[in-house]
């Protein structure tokens, strides 16, 4: 079964709920801790990550807190996927074809392929701006 990691799922909520946010102030961590229920050591591991890839910035002292390097829809959802799990190939053969010794004569090589490549383009048709929810009962039920 193709899953997502916590890391995947509890990061992209953590920026969707930063965008709705972040209104040119940065956001603490704790705030975004609060509202997404997601540990705060949890959270702060996953940020590590998110800045490593140039997509949240922080600030620190007073006023200080989290922001996105660019505007909510430049942001796509596989932008921030791919930040925490890496990239997304359904098996290990369509990124790394080398390291299958059938892989000339699959069958199924191609599928695999072409699957992982419509995950991909939806993934990076979705911004943080179509996932950030838009009233408290979003929020809720997220």
Same mark, same amino acid.
């Given at each position: 079964m193709l899953k997502l990691s916590t890391?995947?799922?509890?990061?992209?909520r953590a920026m969707a709920e930063l965008a709705g946010r972040c209104n040119g102030e940065p956001v603490l961590l704790d705030d975004l801790s609060e509202a997404q229920h997601i540990p705060k050591k949890y959270l702060y591991a996953l940020f @590590? *990550?998110?800045?490593n890839a140039g997509l949240? =910035?922080?600030?620190? @002292? *007073?006023?200080?807190?989290?922001m996105l390097t =660019?505007?909510?829809?430049?942001?796509?959802v596989?932008?921030?996927?791919?930040a925490l799990e890496g990239p997304l190939d359904l098996v290990e053969c369509v990124g790394h074809p080398e390291q299958c010794g059938q892989h000339a004569h699959c069958p199924t090589a191609v599928l695999w392929a072409?699957?992982?490549k419509m995950i991909q383009d939806y993934l990076g048709g979705m911004t943080l701006l179509d996932v950030i929810p838009?009233?408290?009962d979003d929020r809720e039920s997220g």
């Amino acid at each position: 079964m193709l899953k997502l990691s916590t890391k995947g799922r509890y990061g992209l909520r953590a920026m969707a709920e930063l965008a709705g946010r972040c209104n040119g102030e940065p956001v603490l961590l704790d705030d975004l801790s609060e509202a997404q229920h997601i540990p705060k050591k949890y959270l702060y591991a996953l940020f @590590g *990550a998110l800045k490593n890839a140039g997509l949240i =910035r922080s600030t620190r @002292g *007073a006023g200080g807190g989290y922001m996105l390097t =660019r505007p909510a829809g430049q942001i796509t959802v596989l932008d921030v996927v791919t930040a925490l799990e890496g990239p997304l190939d359904l098996v290990e053969c369509v990124g790394h074809p080398e390291q299958c010794g059938q892989h000339a004569h699959c069958p199924t090589a191609v599928l695999w392929a072409d699957l992982s490549k419509m995950i991909q383009d939806y993934l990076g048709g979705m911004t943080l701006l179509d996932v950030i929810p838009k009233d408290a009962d979003d929020r809720e039920s997220g």
